[in-house]
């Protein structure tokens, strides 16, 4: 009788076990975001810039929409607000963007580049010349009000 009692008490505690660990994934799977998001409006890592990225076909893409000197240009003078910096980026199996490039509009100089989502707000970009342990990864952070958008030309807003 005391093992049929032991046997008995073993399946009730193994069900309840069961039912805790599906509870917390239940719980686990509602925490997480379905398809984290790259698009939206990005500060970058000087905070003297923002990239507004979006869905470009299947792709992203990006460009330049604020300045905190709007009459920035790049060393030949070419203007920097409306310049488009991010391109051709795919999505990877790992959840990263990648297999694009970057541009940098101030030395005019493109890169490879991979945009990875540490959390909701914060955004880490790579560029990289032929290997990515070789790049250089900064962190852009989402922005979080209404910025004044540059213009692409000067009768525009």
Not at 17 to 26: K, R, Y
Request: charged content about 20%.
């Amino acid at each position: 009788m005391y093992r049929a009692d032991f046997v008995g008490s073993s399946r009730i505690a193994l069900g309840a076990i069961t039912g805790i660990a599906l509870l917390a994934g239940v719980a686990a799977a509602q925490t997480l975001p379905a398809d984290p998001d790259v698009t939206g409006v990005w500060i970058d890592h000087t905070g003297q810039g923002a990239v507004e990225i979006s869905t470009c076909g299947n792709r992203v893409c990006g460009r330049v929409v604020w300045l905190k000197n709007p009459n920035h240009k790049s060393r030949s003078g070419k203007r920097i607000c409306g310049a488009q910096i991010l391109g051709d980026l795919r999505k990877a199996s790992n959840g990263a963007w990648g297999s694009g490039w970057i541009y940098n509009p101030e030395d005019e100089e493109r890169f490879s580049a991979e945009l990875q989502l540490a959390n909701a707000n914060t955004l880490l970009v790579t560029g990289y010349l032929g290997i990515k342990l070789l790049g250089e990864t900064f962190t852009w952070k989402r922005a979080t009000g209404t910025l004044e958008r540059c213009t692409t030309d000067a009768g525009a807003r």
